[in-house]
């Protein structure tokens, strides 16, 4: 058994407290009291936190009460409740208190949201307006920023003042405006790829409908799958890449491959380029996969979103079907 009670004046241990008291007064002859007076009190200790009164001792174990008597343990707290609410970090515009927490102080006290309060006492002139459209943007949050700076990622992409920044980096660099969509940067990048300068690891941007097909493929195809793979057509990216079987999968999400159903062929999406010139790419995306014998399939996302387990169905006959000819 774990012995839990030791004397401090001749160190012999006890299995209870009733029977170290009982030794403290046999073979040392204090009470329990003196006791703890000579080898336990800290400084200061038994005097009332609110008067600075005597206060009576609890045990050994605990020591001297912090109050005298109730009232000075309900008044102290009083007090000390006061003082916390005016020593924070964040002063309260309304009230002028000093606040750890604004948020939930401004909800509780004042009755009111914190998007009203960052209205009517820090919003800036402007603020919360897209620069692109003129439609409010979205209030992230008192300590956030405030309002975002676009309504949506369509027009943080159109803003002219960063597609201008962008531009004139790009001209600086390469002579062209945007560098990234030309040949030689599309080879330059397969050519990096395939000798190992550049890591191809995106689990961060994988969407979740690819990697929710590749978790199904893996459950009936047991070779290699390739996700966002470069280095077969030249820089241009596969999503979802078998090579034993030459099969790959574009999932063509509703922004980012601009869906006709959508965006007409004059918009511009992203990075100043037109719905036109990004359907022009993806063609010559299919036409290359083409010319190497590579079979690529699309899926819409409206498609897999309103038919998911047809679209499933169908991969599933084509990888099973392939895969048992290559065999």
């Known amino acids: 058994m774990k012995i839990q009670w030791k004397c401090v004046v001749c160190e012999e241990s006890f299995k209870s407290s009733n029977l170290l008291y009982k030794h403290i007064r046999i073979t040392h002859n204090k009470t329990a009291k003196e006791y703890y007076d000579e080898n336990l009190k800290k400084p200061n200790e038994g005097k009332c936190l609110n008067c600075g009164n005597q206060t009576k001792l609890h045990n050994n174990t605990i020591g001297y009460l912090r109050f005298c008597c109730l009232k000075c343990s309900t008044e102290y707290k009083t007090k000390n409740k006061k003082i916390k609410e005016n020593v924070g970090k964040y002063k309260c515009k309304i009230c002028n208190k000093l606040v750890n927490g604004l948020g939930s102080h401004i909800i509780q006290f004042h009755h009111i949201t914190c998007k009203e309060y960052y209205d009517k006492y820090l919003r800036k002139p402007g603020e919360g307006i897209c620069p692109v459209c003129g439609k409010e943007t979205t209030f992230r949050g008192i300590f956030k920023g405030g309002y975002l700076k676009h309504c949506s990622l369509l027009c943080s992409n159109n803003d002219i003042d960063t597609l201008k920044l962008k531009q004139n980096t790009s001209m600086k660099l390469y002579g062209v ?13 397969a050519k990096h790829i395939k000798e190992g300068k550049i890591s191809l690891k995106r689990d961060i941007t994988q969407s979740k409908a690819e990697i929710e097909i590749i978790e199904q493929i893996k459950c009936y195809y047991n070779k290699e799958i390739i996700h966002c793979d470069r280095t077969v057509l030249d820089g241009f990216e596969i ?3 078998l090579p034993d079987i030459k099969f790959g999968i574009e999932y063509d999400g509703y922004f980012w491959h601009a869906d006709p159903k959508r965006f007409k062929a004059t918009d511009v999406v992203y990075d100043g380029k037109t719905a036109q010139e990004i359907w022009d790419k993806d063609k010559r995306k299919d036409l290359l996969a083409e010319s190497k014998g590579i079979k690529l399939i699309r899926i819409k996302e409206s498609d897999y979103n309103n038919n998911r387990i047809e679209v499933l169905s169908n991969l599933y006959k084509y990888i099973i079907q392939n895969d048992y000819n290559e065999v």
């Open 177 to 189: 405006k945007n560098y990234r969509n030309t040949e030689k940067a599309r080879i330059t990048l």
């Open 239 to 241: 999503d979802i890449w």
